[in-house]
């Protein structure tokens, strides 16, 4: 086979142009090996051998692009797995994977551990097997792999070998783009085993999951049960929904609402099937999670109004869940009918439930249905009750069906009749049991065969089952082992697993014989209806060497009372024989209870229920005694039992009867007394009528002894007047001073209401005028003569006003002693239209308070009314801080009818205070520039004013901050002005100053006093950073003065004198240093003087000076 195959390399050329899948479809059944992109060649290369003769698997083809036949893939687009799967045949990898399927299926599991397996995550590896593809197929099968979308994902050679293994890994995304269409890769994909044209032969199916977000497609239908679209008003119809979920993923939280058809109303909402719907209203229901492939179905039933108007109707059910919803188009379904005109509500309708099918209850042969699980069947209109053929009524009472279908009839009183069936499904399979394998001889010495009766056990949950063998029991089996395999099956068809075991027949040995025990008797054992007995049979010398004997009863088993037979075979020799095993019952009956009771009664003991004692063979057993049964006469008696078992062993025991004088009080004839109800007045007692006539007696009772009646007597009254309820207490006392005690309850009753009047209505102007509700204003009285309780109660409404005037509604209530009420009501009408007195304070004139632009102002406003007090209002409370100026304050006084009053007066806050003024107080210094000629320059500072209120405006003169000031001192005024006109004013100076810094040599500075020669002129230098001029003294400066001399003033000689007709004053540029020359007097020698210079900025400086 091999050498005429495998050369033959069989090459397919085939062009194609591009194909497009439609959207959820896989296949066009275009009948190509393979697809190829516009303009290009596929070459399939077919390798066809035949790997199981030669020991080596065969690898499978390899395709790229879209399964055969799948032409309509578009090449562009779809994802291209390529993937070399090869035959496994018999290698260690199918350790991991499981069987192969049955001829003709497809089976997917998990790659790792060979589980089968059908839901798996976005990105799992998916391991797929598929049997039916035939070998030696010119054109080659597939085994293709479809999206929930309905695109080829992947395409791999089918293989004739059932164990190869195609592997494909799912998209690790939520969506893919599938020749410009979005994929959702959560859901339902397909694995496809199909024909060279592309029709699907087996296929399976498997769930993509994504294990962080569940997804769910839920989907609801909703449609008439019975087909009929219109319905007439005042009738009734009926809607089948069905809510269904296609996974991936459960569905949790799922939410169902059941819109209401116009011009109808709710009259029942059922669940039929599938997980539990909690109800939140009429048509609105909650299951908690529906599984992947979950369903569930529900019945609406609708009445139409009898006024409903005719024409189409629509009703849409919904249906939601919390989890993420793949397709939203198939969660609402909607049911169109038509209304129309009806027979004005009077007819019956009667509508069924739909058919119930249940499986059987575990190990029955019925199912029991619930009361609250059994639908009940529905009417509209006018029907009266509704009865069915099954006793009891399944809808009040728990009913079990047996398995098969019952039909059920549901009737009305008006005649209307409706049936639906319940069927329950035997699903149970039955049970079956083999015996030992059997081991049995010939029949006869050298026929080779025996005839074996067997039996085999089997039992159902619905009765028997039917036991059937490939080797009958009765049948002849031939020597040697013969394999007996059997089945039960019920009537249902449910099978069991079958059960064998072997038959095997043996020669029998003519020469062999067996030794028997003599016959043997023994007792049975304590507490054993039997005995255990040994024995042993013996096999004679011409039986086999190593023979075996086996008894039907073996040596030291359980013998039952009585004869039994015992035969024993040999094996392999086949011979037999037999004695007898006599086991005697010598055990006496044991009492159930010793000692038996001592029996204490009065007047009378009846023995009707003797004592019971256990044996050991018969069981529960009675007594027997010869003493009477029946005791009368005070005293104590003996009766002796004897318990008597099947073999004649017997047992006694004895029992004390005590008869005691008679304790035991009289029994009332009625178990309870009667309630007596009468009206106004009752009497207790047994009411009897004789003829016309009613004849109340005392209640009796019959005394235990003597049978005799013994008559009730009472202390307490016996007729009772006032509506109530009274208890009478009866007593029983036989002749022997027994009693007993029954009570008898007599109901007094009032139904008729008493009369009552109420005072009249009444007018007041003030509410303080009208007096305080009283019950004893009214009247009342009542027809059983006692007089009612009255009670009043008041209602009141409206202000008092014109407008609204004050009524006061009182209700008047009598009530009789039966709970009778009657009403009477009372109007007043109170109308006050007289406003308050309003006192208002004159107008108010306040300074603002201390640092603040406003003013606490406290006054006070009251108010008198004609009625009573007002409520007294201001829209501006007293102690409420005002602004400066003028504010109307509007008081306003309401009386209790909404009277009011109002008026104002004027609160004026004046600003008294003056602003204040920050300045630089101890005044501003400024120096001249430095290396300058400037004798003035600008001089900036700061000054501010505030205010308590705002409006401050602030002045500075005669120079504002930020001006050229002359050299010297400058005296300025600030003024500071409010919006109401209080000012205020500071002064301060700004002095500009030259740059002196002291007396330069030969002057020395202080405290040095200067030598010099009186008479002499001295030449004082000094600088002033720059050429400021010769006007630089002030008027009569410099000066010098006698000054006291120091002793302790450290002294200086000057030398550097000239000689001068008089003082000058000179400036030399080079040094920038001023010289100016003092002239002094000779006869200032042996005085101490001053020099003292003041220059025109209004600085002094001053030398010290010793004149010799």
């Given amino acids: 086979m091999k050498g005429r195959i495998i050369p033959k390399l069989l090459r397919l050329v085939r062009t194609s142009p591009k194909h497009r899948l439609a959207r959820g479809t896989e296949n066009t059944g275009h009948p190509t090996a393979g697809v190829a992109r516009a303009g290009t060649v596929l070459i399939l290369v077919i390798l066809l051998a035949v790997a199981a003769n030669f020991g080596s698997a065969a690898k499978r083809l390899v395709s790229r692009g879209p399964a055969a036949g799948a032409s309509s893939v578009p090449a562009e687009s779809k994802r291209e797995n390529v993937s070399f799967v090869r035959a496994l045949a018999r290698s260690a990898a199918l350790l991991q994977s499981p069987s192969p399927p049955p001829e003709g299926g497809v089976i997917t599991y998990d790659c790792s551990t060979g589980t089968l397996k059908s839901d798996f995550n976005l990105g799992d590896a998916v391991c797929a097997k598929a049997s039916g593809a035939p070998f030696g197929s010119l ?123 116009t011009g109808a109303t709710p009259l029942s909402f059922t669940q039929q099937s599938g997980p539990n719907c909690t109800p939140a209203g009429s048509s609105d229901c909650t299951i908690a999670s529906l599984a992947n492939g979950g369903r569930a179905e529900f019945t609406a039933i609708y009445t139409i109004g009898t006024d409903a108007a005719t024409g189409t109707v ?223 049979v013996t096999a004679g010398d011409s039986c086999d060497a190593h023979t075996t004997i086996s008894c039907n009863h073996a040596s030291g088993s359980l013998f039952p009372v009585g004869n039994t037979l015992v035969t024993c075979t040999s094996s392999p020799d086949g011979a037999t024989t ?17 000692p038996l009771p001592t029996i204490t009664k009065d007047c009378h003991v009846s023995l009707t229920s003797p004592p019971t004692a256990t044996d050991n063979c018969n069981g529960l057993i009675g007594a027997n005694t010869n003493d009477p049964r029946d005791y009368d006469a005070p005293g104590t008696y003996t009766v002796h039992w004897t318990y008597t078992d099947a073999a004649g062993n017997t047992t006694t025991q004895n029992q004390t009867v005590i008869v005691t004088p008679d304790s035991t009080p009289p029994v009332p004839d009625l178990a309870t007394l009667p309630t007596i109800t009468g009206e106004c007045t009752a009497t207790a007692g047994i009411h009897t009528m004789v003829g016309s006539q009613e004849v109340v007696e005392p209640p009796t009772a019959t005394d235990n002894c003597s049978g005799a009646n013994v008559v009730g007597t009472t202390t307490d009254p016996l007729t009772y007047t006032g509506a109530g309820t009274y208890t009478v207490h009866w007593t029983y006392t036989d002749a022997a001073g027994n009693s007993s005690h029954q009570n008898q309850t007599v109901v007094v009753t009032d139904s008729v209401p008493p009369v009552i009047n109420a005072p009249p209505d009444a007018g007041y102007t003030c509410p303080s005028e009208v007096p305080a509700a009283s019950p004893s204003q009214a009247t009342a009285t009542d027809n059983c003569g006692i007089a009612p309780t009255v009670t009043v109660s008041e209602t009141r409404s409206g202000a008092g006003s014109a407008s609204s005037p004050l009524v006061i509604r009182r209700t008047f209530t009598a009530t009789d002693t039966g709970g009778n ?66 504010t109307t304050v509007t008081a306003t006084a309401t009386d209790a009818a909404g009277n009011q009053t109002t008026r104002q007066f004027h609160v004026t806050v004046n600003d008294t205070q003056p602003p204040t003024i920050a300045y630089p107080a101890s005044g501003v210094v400024a120096y001249l520039p430095l290396n300058s000629t400037a004798t003035s320059m600008q001089v900036n500072f700061t000054v501010t004013a505030a205010d308590n209120c705002p409006g401050v405006s602030l002045s500075v003169t005669p120079l504002p901050p930020g001006s050229v000031f002359p050299v010297g001192t400058t005296h300025e005024t600030a003024t500071a002005t409010d919006a109401a006109g209080n000012h205020t004013t500071a002064n301060f100076d700004v002095t500009v100053l030259y740059d002196f810094t002291g007396f330069f040599s030969p002057v020395v500075n202080q405290p040095t006093l200067n030598l010099v020669n009186a008479g002499r002129a001295v030449p004082v230098k000094f600088s002033l950073s720059g050429n400021k001029g010769l006007s630089i003294f002030a008027a009569g400066s410099p000066a010098s003065q006698q000054i006291n001399c120091s002793s302790d003033a450290p002294i200086s000689t000057l030398d550097a004198t000239t000689t001068a007709g008089s003082s000058s004053l000179s400036y030399d540029a080079a040094s920038d240093q001023y010289n100016y020359v003092w002239k002094t007097d000779s006869s200032w020698a042996g005085q101490c003087r001053a020099l003292v210079v003041t220059l025109n900025d209004g600085s002094t400086h001053t030398a010290l000076f010793k004149f010799r």
């Avoid at 989907?219 to 319905?231: E, H, L, N, T």
């Avoid at 037999?578 to 010793?594: A, Q, Y």
């Avoid at 603040?852 to 201001?874: H, P, Y």
């Fill in 139 to 261: 054109f080659p099968w597939r085994v293709i792999w479809v999206d929930p979308a309905g695109f080829v994902e992947h395409s791999d050679i089918a293989s004739s070998d059932p164990d190869t293994e195609y592997r494909f890994t799912l998209p690790s995304s939520q969506t893919s783009v599938v020749n410009g269409v979005t994929v959702n890769n959560r859901g339902t994909w397909r694995v496809n085993l199909t024909r060279p044209n592309g029709a699907v032969r087996f296929s399976t199916s498997l769930s993509a999951h994504e294990a962080a977000h569940a997804v769910a497609d839920l989907s609801v239908q909703k449609f008439i049960r019975d087909g009929d679209s219109s319905v007439a008003a005042g009738s009734s119809i009926v809607f089948i929904i069905v809510v269904a979920n296609a996974g991936p993923d459960a569905a949790q939280t799922v939410h169902l609402v059941d819109s209401l058809p």
């Fill in 578 to 594: 037999s004695f007898t095993v006599t086991v005697n019952d010598t055990t006496p009956p044991v009492p159930t209870v010793d």
């Fill in 821 to 886: 009420h009657a009403s009477a009501t009372q109007t007043i009408t109170v109308i006050d239209n007289t406003p308050p007195t309003l006192n208002v304070p004159a107008d108010i004139t306040v300074g603002n308070d201390a640092g603040s632009c406003s003013a606490v102002v406290n006054f006070a406003v009251s108010a008198t009314d004609n009625c009573g007090t007002a409520n007294v209002t201001t829209d501006i409370p007293s102690g409420t801080t005002f602004p400066k100026g003028t």
């Fill in 314 to 536: 629509l009703t849409t059910a919904r249906v939601t869940s919390q989890t993420t919803e793949l397709n939203d188009s198939d969660n609402n379904a909607t049911a169109q009918f038509e209304i129309t005109a009806g027979g004005g509500g009077s007819q019956c309708t009667l509508l069924c439930p739909t058919s119930i099918s249940v499986n059987n209850d575990p190990g029955t042969g019925a199912a029991v249905i619930h009361q609250q699980d059994f639908p009940v069947p529905v009417t509209s209109g006018t029907c009266g009750s509704v009865s069915t053929t099954a006793s009891p009524n399944p809808t009040t009472h728990d009913y079990t069906f047996p398995i098969g279908t019952t039909v059920i009839t549901a009737s009305t009183e008006t005649g209307e009749t409706c049936t639906f069936t319940v069927t329950v499904n035997d699903t149970e399979n039955p049970t079956i049991s083999c015996p030992q394998s059997i081991t049995a001889f010939e029949d006869t010495p050298g026929s080779g065969s025996a005839t074996v009766n067997y039996t085999v056990g089997s039992s159902d949950n619905s009765g028997s089952a039917t036991v059937n063998c490939d080797h009958p029991s009765g049948s002849s089996f031939s020597l040697g082992a013969t394999t007996v395999t059997c089945t039960a099956t019920d009537d249902a068809g449910n099978s069991s697993p079958s059960c064998s075991f072997d038959v095997t027949v043996k020669t029998v040995n003519n020469a062999c014989t067996l030794t028997p025990p003599a016959s043997i008797v023994t007792d049975s054992e304590a507490n054993s209806c039997g005995a255990h007995v040994t024995f042993t």
